[in-house]
C-alpha cells in the first residue's frame, strides 16, 4: 500500500534549526512535495523534488533521496510564526498526492 | 501565481439542508480539481477527484451520493453536501491542477462547514 510517515509533533526554539523526516512509499514516484499550514487555513506551497540532493529556498530547504524514499524539511534560524502544520505529501504514478498525517511545529520563545 | 478561490470562506446551517461550495480556478484553466477534507488535528483526507466534463471519482467511504460534486467547465468546480448532519462539520479545501503542468496542485482558502 501507500504510505508517508512523518513525526507526530516537534519543538523547537525561536533563532535554532529543525528538521523534519519524511518517508514515503507509493505506486510509482512523480516528486514529493512539502506544504505548511497554520491552524484554521488551507496548505500554502513550500517545496518540490523530484531529483536527488538538496533544493535551498531562503530559510528552508528541502532534501530528496528517491533510493531510500525519504525526504526532510529543514528549517533554519527559526521565527514563531514558523508554528504550524508541515505536511508531507507525495505524487504516486496516477499524480494523485498521497498526503502524510502532518507534523505539528511548535516554537518556543 | 496560480490562484483558485473558494466561496464561501464558512458556513452554518441547520441539520438537514444543503449546502453548495464553489471552487475556482481565477488565473489558469483546472481539468483537474481535487476535494479535501479536514477534521481538527488531522491530515488532509481526500474525498474526490473531478475532472472536467466527466464525473467525479470518489475515494473508497466517501457517499457520492451525500457530496455531489460537479465541474462543469474548466474554472469552476462545485461540491454540494446535501442534507448535512453535525457529523459533517469540518473545514473542505478544494484543489486545482493546471492543465498544463500535472504536478502541483494549488489548494482553495477552504471552506468551514458548521452543521447545528
Known amino acids: 500500500g501507500q504510505n508517508i510517515d512523518q513525526p507526530t509533533e516537534m519543538t523547537a526554539t525561536e533563532g535554532a534549526i529543525v528538521q523534519i523526516n519524511c518517508t514515503y512509499q507509493?505506486?510509482?514516484?512523480?516528486?514529493l512535495f512539502w506544504y505548511q499550514q497554520h491552524a484554521g487555513e488551507a496548505p500554502t506551497f513550500l517545496s518540490y523534488?523530484?531529483l536527488d540532493g538538496l533544493e535551498e529556498k531562503g530559510r528552508f530547504s528541502s532534501f530528496l533521496s528517491r533510493s531510500k524514499g525519504y525526504s526532510y524539511l529543514l528549517l533554519k534560524e527559526l521565527q514563531m510564526k514558523d508554528s504550524a502544520s508541515y505536511l508531507c505529501?507525495?505524487?504516486?504514478?496516477?499524480?494523485?498526492?498521497?498526503w502524510g498525517a502532518g507534523t505539528k511545529l511548535i516554537i518556543k520563545p | 501565481g496560480a490562484v483558485v478561490s473558494q466561496h464561501p470562506s464558512w458556513v452554518i446551517c441547520k441539520s438537514g439542508t444543503s449546502v453548495k461550495i464553489e471552487c475556482r480556478s481565477l488565473?489558469?484553466?483546472?481539468?483537474?480539481m481535487f476535494w479535501y477534507r479536514q477534521f481538527p488535528k488531522q491530515s488532509l483526507m481526500l474525498m474526490a477527484t473531478?475532472?472536467?466534463?466527466?464525473?467525479?471519482?470518489?475515494e473508497q467511504g466517501v457517499e457520492k451520493d451525500k457530496f455531489l460534486i460537479n465541474h462543469a467547465s474548466l474554472t469552476l468546480s462545485t461540491l454540494t453536501v446535501t442534507s448535512a448532519h453535525p457529523e459533517d462539520s469540518s473545514f473542505y479545501i478544494c484543489?486545482?491542477?493546471?492543465?498544463?503542468?500535472?504536478?502541483?496542485?494549488?489548494f482553495g482558502p477552504g471552506t468551514r462547514l458548521t452543521v447545528l
Open positions: 484543489s486545482a491542477r493546471d492543465r498544463g503542468d500535472y504536478n502541483e496542485q494549488f
Open positions: 488565473d489558469f484553466q483546472a481539468t483537474t
Open positions: 473531478s475532472n472536467e466534463g466527466s464525473k467525479a471519482t470518489y
Open positions: 507509493t505506486s510509482g514516484f512523480n516528486g
Open positions: 523534488n523530484v
Open positions: 505529501a507525495a505524487l504516486d504514478s496516477n499524480y494523485q498526492l498521497i
